[in-house]
Each structure stands twice: as structure tokens, then as C-alpha cells.
């Protein structure tokens, strides 16, 4: 969704001239350290048959859990790292990639409750005149607009200039002001509507956002997410690249970069992450805790806060746009939550409130932004355990 096939073509250019990042280290067996009573759940043969089933069809590796009236099952196949052999597990740490903006939206709307940020501030208030008078559509935005990506910016993700600068300084801590430049001039993606009904999905939203609560608290960002999301929730294995050091744990990131069947590790392609778009790792077990905080224990943000976030716009088929999270599925169950797409990994993390308030998440270590034949594997595997929870 975030990314083009063009990027790909860039990749595989550019990938040789790249530097090891720090995602490339051996990666480490994590444990355990809560109790698994997955095979005591009723349909715990039901759903490791898929796992492996679909781990078996090339995904490196890949975890899941799900929580439903029966309670809470996870399972895990494949490997964290190939090379090294290590086994990918419910414990492992991988990248979460645009998961992130669902829990920098979190930390948003938190600042909002305590009376730090209104919603409806259009970002000139708080951004550089530079920024509002180069980037389309920024002259009319308000930080609402940003999170339900209402603005109509133009996606630095997709602009091939972002990539060859990001890909070839790997270890580069970019900064917000760096990235935006990206957009600096670009075509917009639709024109600026107040109160819009449709919405263009692009990370510079993201961006632009993590910039303005900079502006706006005189706090970086990262420290929110730490103190308001990470913290408070209590995921002890979840980091925020490249703002804290990654742990050992984290899994090798792979995509078949030549498109020939063949899957390459690109771990060390690091895209600009720490700037609201992207940057999380995390594992399951800490994104199901997120998940029962926002949704159901409701301990990160009020009634009205998730009332808000949940005022959805259309995107395309598979996905309608909230305020910091998208409504993604087929038939009359779908999950609320986010997906994420990154070089080298993919995941979701969906609530299903007219299901029995159930949850599914999922990561795995292989990208799935361009056309491979294990891009549909990876989707075929999801819609597969997304019909087993909601019967559709």
C-alpha cells in the first residue's frame, strides 16, 4: 500500500552500494517469559496447519497470535535468520513498519486529552514557512488531516530521489526536516478538501506530523512514544529505530530483490525510520498488549479519543482510513488496526469489534511492497486466518 514497484527497480541499483546497517547482526533465540496455553485452544491444529502450510509455501518466518473467546493462541514457523539457522518465534522482534503510526496516533490523542494539541490547528501554525510553502496541499492541513492522511501530500516514499539518498546512507539518522524535502515541489495526490470523504494514503502525513508535535510540545516525538505508548503499556521487547539501540533478538529482513525465486536478506536497508511513519520493532506479544490497551481495556485513550480515531473516510477496497488506524478486510467483519509494509518485513495488528471484540496480529520477515510470487503467499495467509476469526 505505501510503496511502489518503482522502488524496487531502485533497490536492485542501488542495494550494492549500500552499508551494513545495525539490523544486521546475528540474530539471538529469544524465550518466553509468559505462560502458552496454545494448545489447549480449540482450534490450535486448525491454526498451526495454516502456519506451517504457508511457511512451507517460502515465508522465512513468521509468528501470529490471536486472541478470541476461546482465549489466546500463538504460534511461530520458519526461521529469524536464515544463515544462522535461528527459529523465528512469538518472541522474536521484527520490523512493524506503518504499525508505528498507530501507536504515534495513540500518543497524539493523548496529548490531545491533556490539552497539548488541538486536532483542528492547521500545521502552518506550527510548521517552518519553508516546508508549508514548497510542500502542496501543507497551506490548508490541520494536524486531523495528517493523521486520517485527508491532505492530499505527495508520498516521499514513492519518490525514487528519497530512496537512492536513504539506500545508499543506510545508518543515516535522517531528521524530519531532511526527509520533507523530499516532497518539496511534488504533485499533490488529490486536491484539498475540508471535511473530506476520500483519502490519499502517504507517509509524508506521518512525517509532517511527528514534526509538528516536535514543534507544538518542544519534546521529540520518540519520547512520548516511549513514555505514553511503549511504557505505559508495558512491551518490554519493543523498540523505536533509530532512536534506541535494536536488540539482538531482532529478526534478518528478506525480499526476493532480483524477482527469480531467490530471497535476499536487505535487513541493512534502512528507510528514513524514527520519523512517525516507521521505525518500530516489536513482537507479537508486545502488539497484543497494544491491542487490548487501545481497544478493549481502553487504559491509552478515553471514549472520546477512540470515537474519534474510529470516524473512518474511504481509501480504496480493502481499506477505509481513521484517524491513526485503517479499517482493512473483506465481507461485514473487518479489522480495525494497521497494517505494515517495509523492505524486508510485513505484519498487521486488527481488533474486530463485531466479532467478539477479537484480535489477530501478525509478522513476518519478508517484504511484500513489490510483485513477488511470495507477496501472495504472505496475503493469502492472512485472509486465511482473518476468515477462521470472522467466519466470512
Same mark, same amino acid.
Given at each position: 500500500?505505501?510503496?511502489?514497484?518503482?522502488?524496487?527497480?531502485?533497490?536492485?541499483?542501488?542495494?550494492?552500494?549500500?552499508?551494513?546497517?545495525?539490523?544486521?547482526?546475528?540474530?539471538?533465540?529469544?524465550?518466553?517469559?509468559?505462560?502458552?496455553?496454545?494448545?489447549?485452544?480449540?482450534?490450535?491444529?486448525?491454526?498451526?496447519?495454516?502456519?506451517?502450510?504457508?511457511?512451507?509455501?517460502?515465508?522465512?518466518?513468521?509468528?501470529?497470535?490471536?486472541?478470541?473467546?476461546?482465549?489466546?493462541?500463538?504460534?511461530?514457523?520458519?526461521?529469524?535468520?536464515?544463515?544462522?539457522?535461528?527459529?523465528?518465534?512469538?518472541?522474536?522482534?521484527?520490523?512493524?513498519?506503518?504499525?508505528?503510526?498507530?501507536?504515534?496516533?495513540?500518543?497524539?490523542?493523548?496529548?490531545?486529552?491533556?490539552?497539548?494539541?488541538?486536532?483542528?490547528?492547521?500545521?502552518?501554525?506550527?510548521?517552518?514557512?519553508?516546508?508549508?510553502?514548497?510542500?502542496?496541499?501543507?497551506?490548508?492541513?490541520?494536524?486531523?488531516?495528517?493523521?486520517?492522511?485527508?491532505?492530499?501530500?505527495?508520498?516521499?516514499?514513492?519518490?525514487?530521489?528519497?530512496?537512492?539518498?536513504?539506500?545508499?546512507?543506510?545508518?543515516?539518522?535522517?531528521?524530519?526536516?531532511?526527509?520533507?524535502?523530499?516532497?518539496?515541489?511534488?504533485?499533490?495526490?488529490?486536491?484539498?478538501?475540508?471535511?473530506?470523504?476520500?483519502?490519499?494514503?502517504?507517509?509524508?502525513?506521518?512525517?509532517?506530523?511527528?514534526?509538528?508535535?516536535?514543534?507544538?510540545?518542544?519534546?521529540?516525538?520518540?519520547?512520548?512514544?516511549?513514555?505514553?505508548?511503549?511504557?505505559?503499556?508495558?512491551?518490554?521487547?519493543?523498540?523505536?529505530? $533509530?532512536?534506541?539501540? &535494536?536488540?539482538?533478538?531482532?529478526?534478518?529482513? !528478506? +525480499?526476493?530483490?532480483? *524477482? =527469480?525465486?531467490?530471497? #535476499? %536478506?536487505?535487513?541493512?536497508?534502512?528507510?528514513?525510520?524514527?520519523?512517525?511513519?516507521?521505525?518500530?520493532?516489536?513482537?507479537?506479544?508486545?502488539?497484543?498488549?497494544?491491542?487490548?490497551?487501545?481497544?478493549?481495556?481502553?487504559?491509552?485513550?478515553?471514549?472520546?479519543?477512540?470515537?474519534?480515531?474510529?470516524?473512518?473516510?474511504?481509501?480504496?477496497?480493502?481499506?477505509?482510513?481513521?484517524?491513526?488506524?485503517?479499517?482493512?478486510?473483506?465481507?461485514?467483519?473487518?479489522?480495525?488496526?494497521? $497494517?505494515?509494509?517495509? &523492505?524486508?518485513?510485513?505484519?498487521?495488528?486488527? !481488533? +474486530?469489534?463485531?466479532? *467478539? =471484540?477479537?484480535?489477530? #496480529? %501478525?509478522?513476518?520477515?519478508?517484504?511484500?511492497?513489490?510483485?513477488?510470487?511470495?507477496?501472495?503467499?504472505?496475503?493469502?495467509?492472512?485472509?486465511?486466518?482473518?476468515?477462521?476469526?470472522?467466519?466470512?
Amino acid at each position: 500500500m505505501t510503496n511502489k514497484i518503482l522502488i524496487f527497480t531502485i533497490l536492485l541499483v542501488s542495494a550494492i552500494a549500500c552499508k551494513k546497517a545495525e539490523v544486521t547482526k546475528k540474530s539471538d533465540v529469544c524465550n518466553l517469559t509468559i505462560a502458552d496455553s496454545s494448545a489447549l485452544h480449540p482450534k490450535h491444529q486448525l491454526f498451526s496447519s495454516i502456519l506451517k502450510k504457508y511457511q512451507e509455501k517460502g515465508l522465512p518466518g513468521v509468528a501470529i497470535m490471536i486472541e478470541d473467546e476461546n482465549g489466546v493462541w500463538m504460534g511461530s514457523a520458519g526461521k529469524a535468520d536464515l544463515k544462522a539457522g535461528t527459529d523465528f518465534k512469538p518472541c522474536t522482534v521484527a520490523k512493524v513498519a506503518s504499525i508505528t503510526k498507530m501507536m504515534f496516533a495513540a500518543a497524539v490523542m493523548q496529548l490531545r486529552e491533556q490539552g497539548k494539541v488541538n486536532l483542528d490547528d492547521k500545521i502552518s501554525k506550527w510548521l517552518d514557512a519553508d516546508i508549508i510553502k514548497n510542500v502542496e496541499n501543507a497551506d490548508q492541513a490541520t494536524i486531523r488531516d495528517l493523521l486520517q492522511h485527508s491532505t492530499g501530500i505527495f508520498d516521499i516514499i514513492t519518490d525514487s530521489d528519497f530512496y537512492l539518498a536513504v539506500l545508499n546512507q543506510p545508518n543515516k539518522k535522517w531528521t524530519g526536516e531532511e526527509l520533507i524535502k523530499f516532497a518539496y515541489n511534488k504533485p499533490k495526490t488529490m486536491d484539498y478538501q475540508a471535511n473530506a470523504t476520500k483519502g490519499s494514503y502517504s507517509n509524508t502525513n506521518t512525517l509532517l506530523l511527528s514534526m509538528c508535535i516536535e514543534s507544538i510540545t518542544g519534546v521529540g516525538h520518540h519520547e512520548y512514544m516511549r513514555q505514553l505508548v511503549i511504557n505505559k503499556v508495558g512491551m518490554n521487547n519493543t523498540y523505536y529505530q $533509530s532512536h534506541e539501540e &535494536l536488540t539482538s533478538q531482532t529478526a534478518q529482513g !528478506y +525480499y526476493d530483490l532480483y *524477482n =527469480n525465486g531467490t530471497i #535476499v %536478506n536487505v535487513s541493512n536497508l534502512v528507510t528514513g525510520s524514527g520519523n512517525g511513519y516507521g521505525g518500530i520493532y516489536s513482537n507479537v506479544i508486545d502488539l497484543h498488549k497494544f491491542m487490548r490497551a487501545l481497544f478493549i481495556e481502553k487504559t491509552l485513550v478515553n471514549q472520546a479519543s477512540l470515537d474519534i480515531m474510529t470516524t473512518f473516510i474511504s481509501d480504496d477496497d480493502f481499506s477505509e482510513l481513521g484517524v491513526g488506524l485503517l479499517r482493512q478486510g473483506y465481507g461485514i467483519h473487518k479489522g480495525v488496526g494497521h $497494517s505494515g509494509r517495509d &523492505l524486508g518485513y510485513s505484519g498487521g495488528a486488527h !481488533y +474486530y469489534p463485531t466479532k *467478539n =471484540n477479537r484480535i489477530f #496480529v %501478525n509478522l513476518v520477515n519478508y517484504g511484500t511492497n513489490g510483485e513477488t510470487k511470495l507477496r501472495k503467499v504472505f496475503y493469502d495467509m492472512r485472509d486465511e486466518f482473518a476468515k477462521e476469526l470472522t467466519n466470512y
